[in-house]
C-alpha cells in the first residue's frame, strides 16, 4: 500500500484553504514545521502591528492517508494560541 502526506491549513473560520502534499513523510514533516514557524512569525508579526491575521493560517494539520482514501492518521496538529 501507499501512503501520502497532506499538510492542511485551516482559516481562522476552521475552513480548509489549502492542501499539500507530500510522498515522503521526513520531508512532510519538515514542511509541517516550516510552515508553522512561518505562520506563528507572521501572528507575531501582525499582532505586534494591530493588524488581524485572519489572513493567516489558525491551525494546521499533518496527515498521513492511503492511496485509497481509506486509512487516515493525524501525525501533527497545530493551532494558534487563543
Not at 33 to 61: D, S
Request: hydrophobic letters at 40%; one cysteine or more.
Amino acid at each position: 500500500m501507499t501512503y501520502f502526506y497532506e499538510l492542511r491549513a485551516f482559516n481562522f473560520k476552521g475552513e480548509c484553504f489549502d492542501v499539500r502534499e507530500y510522498s515522503n513523510e521526513e520531508f512532510a514533516r519538515g514542511k509541517f514545521n516550516l510552515f508553522v514557524a512561518n505562520t506563528k512569525a507572521g501572528h507575531k508579526r501582525c499582532l505586534k502591528n494591530n493588524i488581524k491575521p485572519t489572513f493567516l493560517a489558525y491551525e494546521m494539520q499533518l496527515v498521513k492517508r492511503d492511496d485509497n482514501y481509506i486509512g487516515l492518521a493525524e501525525l501533527e496538529n497545530w493551532k494558534v494560541a487563543a
